[in-house]
């Protein structure tokens, strides 16, 4: 159970307004050698995506669309949804819900390595298989998430930011916990993985931005991936989904 030590009203309002809709974040940058992407994504991300999720592919792009609502319970449903459900015992509800929105996420079919690495920023950095948004480890004025933060989050990881944006920034239930589940796409088209590798065991030599090239469930002859972190972080039971840079360069993710 999560202790908070500021009355809950004044720390929903803070939380709610600290999550940003826009990538507000100047990125920093890491020279490197540029390598081509000879994998394609384009099979896998068709057949993980739920069908909520339109799929589409012009050229060397991949775009998905979807509006951004969990297809799990949630206590940021209205009560009267089939998907309410009451928050846990010692966690706070922020003062949103959740939105209906019209995300579009263009991501390439080869992912490649950047030649410079761009810092992940405020608002989506990918998406889920089930279209709910992936941010990272910062909220609002580039802040890393707090005690505070996580006390709004709900049993998935996530909680609406403004606009309603519902949006996972950990591990949960519904996406991934201590396995090798893969979770979805970053906005570089590299898919990202739960804390394990297939063989069940926690990889130990990720790269800087988190992830490493090996084969995976859905990638049998291999392809870089990221892992979410194996950190306890700030010792809440929580772990991060992404933090830092993209290794790949980002594609666009429109609201």
């Known amino acids: ?3 908070l030590k500021v009355p809950a009203l004044a720390l929903s309002c803070l939380m709610y307004t600290a999550c940003s809709k826009t990538d507000s974040v100047t990125p920093s940058t890491t020279t490197t050698t540029t390598t081509t992407g000879s ?3 384009t099979s896998v991300v068709q057949a993980k995506y739920k069908t909520t999720v339109a799929f589409s592919t012009s050229g060397s792009s991949i775009t ?9 319970p949630t206590p940021y449903y209205a009560t009267t949804n089939p998907l309410w459900e009451a928050q846990r015992t010692g966690y706070t509800l922020n003062p949103g819900t ?9 991501i390439p079919t080869n992912p490649e390595a950047a030649a410079t690495k761009e810092a992940t920023a405020l608002g ?8 709910v948004a992936i941010y990272n ?5 580039n802040k890393a998430l707090d005690t505070g933060v996580i006390g709004s989050f ?5 909680h609406p930011g403004p606009g309603n944006t519902y949006h996972y920034h950990v591990t949960g239930d519904f996406t991934t916990k201590d396995d090798a589940n893969i979770v979805g796409f970053l906005r570089d088209g590299f898919p990202i993985y739960g804390r394990k590798d297939k063989d069940g065991t926690y990889p130990a030599n990720l790269d800087a931005y988190g992830g490493h090239t090996g084969s995976t469930t859905e990638f049998a002859s291999g392809i870089y991936h990221y892992h979410c972190s194996n950190v306890n972080y700030l010792s809440t039971g929580v772990y991060v989904l992404k933090s830092g840079s993209y290794y790949g360069t980002k594609g666009t993710f429109t609201f």
């Not at 989506?124 to 279209?131: E, R, V």
């Open 98 to 106: 959740v939105g209906v929105q019209n995300y579009s996420m263009t």
């Open 124 to 131: 989506p950095i990918g998406m889920a298989l089930n279209g």
């Open 137 to 141: 480890d910062q909220e609002g004025g």
């Open 154 to 158: 709900d049993r998935a990881g996530a």
């Open 1 to 3: 159970m999560l202790k």
């Open 64 to 72: 998905l669309k979807s509006d951004g609502t969990p297809d799990h």
């Open 39 to 41: 994998t394609s994504i």
